[in-house]
């Protein structure tokens, strides 16, 4: 009995208790959480995020309510964005550099461009994409340059746009890999992450593989169920597990370093980590799923 109860305050410990970076003492810390109050309102299913560089604004894309909430760089509560009542459940969102927003719509196997200041809501137009007919997409991210990149599920490709929001070419076609995630970093190098595999790979500009790195499996260095990655600027990738609940960061050659946070409610915790972008200023988003917020570590 008396073993019994030990077991039970170590596991309320280990919820409650927040988690410094395994392997590298102090490396990360929690900022604040984003998550439901008075000015948001209930906030169930968070799709995605992105910080506007150039407006110093968050942007987070609220699947349940069908909105898109902006932030301020300080993350103050802005406004929230409702096109019309047109957007379904958005996940995937990115701001071009001319202002408008892209968002992808996963029910209608779709990407939509908002354009606010027209207070308009279109397709992504598609007429110049190789099998346009064949377009489920996922998420998608944009380079120092405005380019933006798209994976499409239908057919494991990567689609590149320009800035202009016109298709250029098709890069990354690989029949037996399932694209999950991708970012590109200030180089111009391309990372995917690949969930069932448990694997993450770079590319050249070109589309050459360059590097693979990752497994599944229950050592401290493995994944269990990998669903996002991002890279800051000094190289070092971080990948969110969703499953240990934990994220991982290694360097440029792909060896393992420390990870950090792990299962709980307080604020540094995780549960269920769905998606991880990295700005700039090397501050860290993770959509902690199943606590229904934004995490932001430093």
Known sequence: ?????????????????????????????????????????????????????????????????????????EFHYLSAIHPKGDLKNPTSILRAIDGRFLVVEPAKRNVVVIDVAQKSIN?????EVPD????????????????????????????????NLKFNKEIIKESKIRFND???????????????????????????????????????????????????N?????????HKNKIFVFDRKGKFVFTFSGLGWIEGRLSMPSYIFINNSNTIFVVDRDNSRVSIFK
């Open 1 to 73: 009995m008396i073993k019994k109860y030990i077991l039970v305050f170590n596991i309320f410990i280990l919820l409650i208790v927040p988690l410094k970076a395994y392997g590298k003492k102090d490396a990360i810390n929690i900022i604040t959480t984003l998550g439901s109050n008075q000015d948001v309102g209930i906030l169930e299913f968070i799709g995605g995020v992105f910080f506007d560089e150039i407006k110093k604004r968050l942007y987070i894309t609220d699947s349940s309510n069908c909105r898109i909430l902006s932030y301020d760089s």
């Open 234 to 242: 000094k190289g070092l990738i971080y990948i969110a597990d969703q």
């Open 132 to 163: 346009s007919a064949n377009f489920n997409p996922g998420r998608m991210t944009t380079d120092s340059k405005g380019n933006i990149y798209i994976i499409n599920r239908a057919n494991n490709r990567i689609l590149v746009f320009n800035s």
């Open 123 to 127: 397709p992504l137009y598609l007429a």
């Open 182 to 232: 991708i970012k590109v970093d200030r180089q111009g190098y391309i990372y995917t992450l690949s969930t069932l595999e448990g694997i993450a790979r770079k590319y050249d500009r070109s589309g050459k593989k360059i590097l693979e790195f990752g497994s599944r499996g229950k050592n401290r260095d493995e994944f269990s169920f990998p669903t996002s990655l991002a890279v800051d």
